[in-house]
Structure formats: C-alpha cells, structure tokens
C-alpha cells in the first residue's frame, strides 16, 4: 500500500469510515471500522494526518489518535459540508473531510484538553440551572397570576410571594399543594446554583488570564471565566475582529459589485458566550446612565447616538476585541488606552 499522507474519518458512537490519500493525491485507502478496529488499526499504522468533524466525542479522539502519535485536525462542519460531493452518507463524508484538510485557507477547532473539558462542563451545568430556576419562577409566577396573586418583576420577589401563597387559606388545598412542590423544586435548583457559581468562582480565581479580563468594564467573573475557557488558544484568530466575529458580534455583510451591505449581527458561534458579553455590556450602560461622569466618552458618546441595546451590542464587540488582545499578550486593563482607542474610533 502506498504511504497515506492524510485521512478523512466519519465518526459515530460505533461505526467509523476512513477514506486516505497518498502523496499524488489518489485514493488508496476506504475502510469501514468498528470501535475496536479503528484504534487497532492506527496503532499498526504509521504516523499520519487524520482530519475529523469537530462534534460530540471529537476532542477524545484527537487526544486518543495523538497519543498513538498521530497528528489530529478538527474541522467545524459547516466548513466541510460544501465538499461532500453528492448525497450523504458515511463515505462521502469521510471524503469530503480529506479534501476540506488539505485546504491552505481551512480553519481548524483547537483540541480541549480533559481539564478545560471539566472547566466547560461546570459552565454548562450552571448555564442549564439557569434556565431551570426562570421555568420553575416563570411557572410559579403564571398559577400566581391565574389565581389573582401578582408579584413585581425580579427573581428577589419570588420567594415573597410564595410566602404569601402559604398563608392564604383561601387557595384551595390542591394548588397550596402544588405551589409547596414548586418551592421545594425552586430552593433545591437555588441551592444547586450556589454550588456552581462557588466552584466557578474557584476556577476564575485559580486562573490569571481570568482575573486580568475582569478588569474590563462589562466583564465579570463569569464572562471572564468563559472567555478562557472557550477560547484556550486566542492566537488562532488572525485579529481581534475575527475573534468578535467568531462570536458572532459582528454584522452580516451581503456586499456585492463594490457596494457594501451591513445587516444585523450573524449570531454566530457560542450563544452561551455571547450572551453572557451582552449581558455584561447591558450591565455596564446601566451604570454609565446612572453615574455618566464615571462613563467613558467613547460610551457617553455611542449612547448619545444609538439605542441602548444597539451600544449593548457594541460594547460587547468591544470587549470581546479587548479580551482577545489581552489573551494574546499577556497585558493588563488600560482604562485610558482604550479610551483613547475608542474616541479615534469615533473620530
């Protein structure tokens, strides 16, 4: 057999397709394999490049293969999908991957390690706690409201009117008994949420690239925590707009014959971390309303011309640019750099 020079591998939970090139570029390898096979086959085989989608179990299997020696790629699939020839299957997506590789212009996914991993799994949970507590809050506050008890907004005021509801003795028996579950179901999820944010809180804390991003006007903890985690490798990106653009705080571009087109942003990449920036840059236009002398001008001035979910958006592209120099050189936070950087922006 000629020596394969690259290989595209179609993985699932048990069934994975193989399809190799030698040197010439011709097809000299297309195998299909169990889960036991394919690991005793690369460990007979020589050290390669093996191309896999960047999808569930993809990072294992990068660690798995580099452990035998080989040098493992991971393509997001939405880049590979314009190579699959012709219909869909196992094949032709194994090929598809071989020729998306070989690519000079393809981006890769940077393989996690087991620790960011974990990192990422604490940010999920927590993420999904969320979630859970405004379903069980949204739940309590519509029975509330069908049986004419009202609460102001705010998860502060859950708890106060679940007081309420278990001293009305005019509420029949049934619905005090629901309501009771659906408080014991809010505190555990609340409990639970502590539990989470103490660990992350722990993480951020052992992290020093964390630390420094907290700095940054509109990034906390949380946001801090998750830049670094999602992001291991911030060098990847060519610049700090590719980075934002990663997140998907970047506007759409439908240019065409010399006339450019800007749309809304594309939303694309991690929703998880792009939120939690919005949130952060909401946060922190707050604040600038309530105390404008301690905004900066580049803030005062975008808030001036745009509305506050506009400058929201804005701030978080921002920051995200900010966090991305930061992660690649090892600075600290300049307040009056970045101002300086802003109002030329808006000159």
């Known amino acids: ?76 699939p939405q880049y590979v999908k314009p190579y699959v020839k012709r219909g869909k299957n196992d094949a032709a997506d194994a090929e598809a991957l071989c020729e998306a590789m070989s690519r000079p212009s393809m981006r890769f996914v940077p393989v996690k390690s087991v620790e960011s991993q974990a990192a990422l799994m604490l940010a999920t949970t927590r993420e999904r706690l969320v979630r859970s507590r405004t379903q069980i809050a949204n ?17 502060d005021k859950i708890e106060p009117l679940l007081m309420r509801i278990a001293e009305n003795e005019t509420l029949p028996a049934l619905a005090r008994e629901v309501f009771a579950e659906l408080a014991q179901d809010y505190a555990y999820v609340e409990r639970q949420l502590m539990k989470a944010d103490a660990k992350l ?85 707050q604040q600038a309303k309530r105390r404008p002398e301690r905004a900066s001008p580049w803030l005062r001035n975008l808030l001036a011309r745009k509305a506050p979910k506009l400058a929201a958006v ?21 307040a009056n750099r970045s101002q300086s950087a802003g109002l030329a922006d808006a000159a």
């Open 201 to 285: 809180m722990a993480w951020h804390k052992g992290s020093a690239c964390s630390r420094r991003l907290t700095a940054i006007p509109g990034i906390g903890p949380i946001g801090a925590s998750l830049l670094v985690m999602k992001a291991p490798d911030p060098r990847l990106f060519k610049s700090a707009r590719h980075f934002a653009a990663w997140m998907g705080l970047t506007p759409k571009d439908h240019s065409t014959a010399g006339k450019q087109r800007l749309g809304v942003i594309t939303r694309a990449g991690d929703e998880m971390l792009r939120s939690i920036l919005v949130v952060g840059a909401t946060a922190a236009i």
């Open 314 to 334: 804005a701030l978080a592209n921002k920051n995200a640019r900010i966090a991305w120099k930061m992660m690649v050189s090892g600075e600290t936070y300049n």
């Open 1 to 76: 057999m000629e020596k394969i020079t690259r290989i595209g591998m179609d993985t699932s939970k048990h069934i994975f397709q193989l399809h190799g090139v030698d040197a010439s570029e011709r097809t000299v390898l297309k195998k299909k394999l169990s889960r036991v096979q394919m690991l005793s086959f690369f460990e007979k085989q020589p050290a390669t490049v093996i191309g896999i989608e960047a999808c569930g179990a993809a990072h294992y299997w990068a660690r798995t293969l580099d452990a035998l020696g080989h040098k493992v790629l991971l393509l997001p």
């Open 139 to 155: 739940a309590i506050r519509g029975n509330a409201a069908e049986l004419g008890l009202i609460a102001a907004q705010g998860l």
